[in-house]
């Protein structure tokens, strides 16, 4: 099946600084999902992104569907930016969803 | 508009119980699923729905029984609990393009 790996796995920032997530997939796939987890464990829908960039407040996100990588950045980071943050594509059709494992994040006031 | 409601939040099963955990959605989502999430695994799809009377087995189905009989309401049952199934159970619904997820259940088999 496909894989989706993320990285890095964890990740520590102080409040105010930027970083960049990254999830490689190993198929071609037509669209893609970010999710965040919040510390309580509810799940947030982020973005649907095939392919592009799409920004939502201080988060955006690009795919390079052709080389099989998408990328989130965060900005100006804040403590409510902590909990994981998933991506996953589409299997065997559109209504499967893998996801990648994870980046736990933490932000440090 | 409550979204995706499942029940219980919190379920304690011995091995061998059997139980169903409900997922209720209101936004007229045809798209259903149930994932599970194990530490350091993700989540991982265990059944899905397209539609009212038509369902699919995801990537760990084993265990795992579902019906769609009507739009709204997608259950999960255990048909005999493993300790291997201890889990926080996800249910899903989706336009396609966007999902909204329930806020879990956290299921201990002993």
């Not at chain 1, 970083?19 to 309580?40: A, E």
């Not at chain 1, 988060?59 to 390079?64: D, E, F, G, Q």
């Amino acid at each position: 099946g496909i894989q989706v790996e993320q990285s890095p796995p964890d990740l520590i920032l102080q409040e105010g600084a930027n970083s960049t997530l990254r999830c490689n997939f190993s198929d071609s796939v037509n669209n893609l999902q970010w999710f965040h987890q919040n510390p309580w464990g509810q799940l947030i829908n982020l973005f649907y992104i095939p392919s592009g960039t799409k920004q939502n407040g201080r988060l955006s996100a690009t795919t390079v569907a052709t080389e099989r990588y998408s990328l989130l950045y965060i900005s100006s980071s804040q403590t409510t930016d902590s909990g994981v943050y998933f991506c996953a594509v589409p299997y065997y059709g559109n209504n499967r969803l893998a996801f990648g494992k994870g980046n736990q994040v933490v932000v440090i006031p | 508009n409550a979204g995706v409601t499942q029940t219980p939040k919190f379920q304690v099963l011995k091995t061998g119980q059997s139980m169903t955990l409900q997922c209720a959605q209101d936004m007229n989502h045809e798209y259903m699923s149930w994932y599970r999430q194990d530490p350091g695994m993700g989540l991982r799809l265990i059944h899905y729905s397209v539609g009212a009377g038509i369902t699919d087995q995801g990537e760990v189905p084993n265990g795992y029984n579902v019906s769609r009989s009507t739009t709204e309401d997608f259950p999960l049952r255990l048909l005999s609990a493993a300790p291997s199934q201890t889990s926080v159970y996800f249910c899903a619904s989706s336009t396609g393009t966007s999902y909204t997820f329930g806020s879990g259940t956290r299921l201990t088999v002993v």
